[in-house]
């Protein structure tokens, strides 16, 4: 398999190539050629696979001749070992067709540790047997640095260097990061919020004094191995609902629409999927952009929903290139427009082939609690601010007789203020989390500028030898 650049200027690399470089040089993002399918009696035949099985059925024809089956198994089995749910990624009925998939059974209790636990084992795996050392830069609204985090934390070859918005992340979510004391976690609060800090990542990548010097790789979901992760638990749902003879629906908590993406690589890929509803909290530049194509970029509004708080949001930009005819200058063009002005219109084409798959709803405060609410008094479930965007989104929907899944992406003691302001229940953080309050944290505190945070990186990091 080979990926090649939303840009179209950077060179086309495998598997192995794209996912330690992370970002392509030409600042766009790495897809595959092609899309690979699956028959409907392959799709059929997953039913019954344990998690980890089922990953290496969905990701083997994207890693290519990188890895060979059985190395790609052991690392799955090694990933999804550590997750503390025996099916991994666990479906929960709320009611005749509204489920949940609950994503947040890894280390640090998000969904982003079922990507990034493999994330890690792949970078080990690739660096075996080289000189070469990784320096990771990354930016997290929360969620992301902490999985990254636990995912390298002392791993030989690899130095991340994490960037939080200042005041912008809850407690949980920063102590989970900055408690973390192993010499190669370098943990960043930054004055601005997370699209700056996104913004400042690709900057550095495009700075040569660092990307010179520094073997710089990703670990946010500009990283294709992050997505390629993703689609797995699409397949693992929709095939205990009934797929692929019946067709399942999504509801998908956005921001930078990293997770709905790879729901959208799984219906390329075969899956029949009825409909992918972008939820998103009132930072809401993806649902405007999808009901008239208006992707212009407003001030981020701090919510209950910080990982979400997100205005730019990444990989819209392969959605983009794929439904634009995958034609490198012209995205090109489109993202330097949109880096311009901070605002764009999708083209017909772009807008016309959304139109098949995906809806999108923009959820308010109000609405958000009101679902917490439901699922604990009608079902007895507690769910986490961000889970309850996608589910109020979900309730919105009219799909007779198709089963609505909506991704759990984080479990509520992560957010325990707002979900006791919402539901009166205090969740508890699992015993697995530990004594995170009692913990020492480390971290520093930058202007959100390149001077300032790559001076830092450039005095931290050690370059690749
Ligand atoms: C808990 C939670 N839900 C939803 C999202 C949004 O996911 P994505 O950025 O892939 O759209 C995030 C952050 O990415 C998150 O941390
Ligand atoms: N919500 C995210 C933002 C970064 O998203 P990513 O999926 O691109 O890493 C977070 O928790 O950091």
Known sequence: MRYVSTRGAAPVLD??????AGLASDGGLYVPETWPTLSTDEIAALAGLSYADTAVRIMLPFVGDCLTEDELRGLCHAAYGR?????????????????LLELFHGPTLAFKDVALQLLGLLFERFLTGTDKRLTIIGATSGDTGSAAIDAVAGREGVDIFMLHPVGRVSEVQRRQMTTVLAPNVHNIAIEGDFDTA???????????????????????????ARLMAQVVYYFYAAVRLGGPGKPVAFSVPTGNFG?????????????????LVVATNVNDILHRALTNGDYSRGLVEQTATPSMDIQVSSNFERLLFDLGGRDGKAQAAQMAGFDADGAMRLTNAQQQGAAGLFGSER?????????????HEKAGEIV???????????????????????????????????????????PTLPARVGDLFEREERYVTLPATLAAVGDYVAAHARPSR
């Not at 004094?209 to 990283?223: E, G, K």
């Open 15 to 20: 598997f192995r190539g794209a996912t330690l």
């Open 83 to 99: 997750f503390s749910h025996v099916a991994v990624t666990p479906l929960v009925q709320l009611d005749h067709d509204q489920w």
């Open 198 to 224: 996104q913004a400042l990542v690709k900057t550095m990548f495009a700075t040569p004094a660092l990307a010179d010097t520094f073997a710089l790789s990703a670990v946010n979901s500009i990283n294709w």
């Open 259 to 275: 997770d709905v993406f790879a729901g959208y690589v799984a219906s390329r890929m075969g899956l029949p999927i009825a409909k």
């Open 363 to 375: 959820v308010d405060g109000d609405d958000m609690a009101m679902a917490m609410r439901w699922a």
């Open 384 to 426: 986490d601010p961000h889970t309850a965007i996608g589910l109020a989104a979900a309730r919105r929907q009219s799909l007779p007789d198709v089963p609505i899944v909506t991704l759990a992406t984080a479990h509520p003691a992560k957010f325990v203020d707002a979900v006791e302001r919402a539901t009166g229940a205090r």
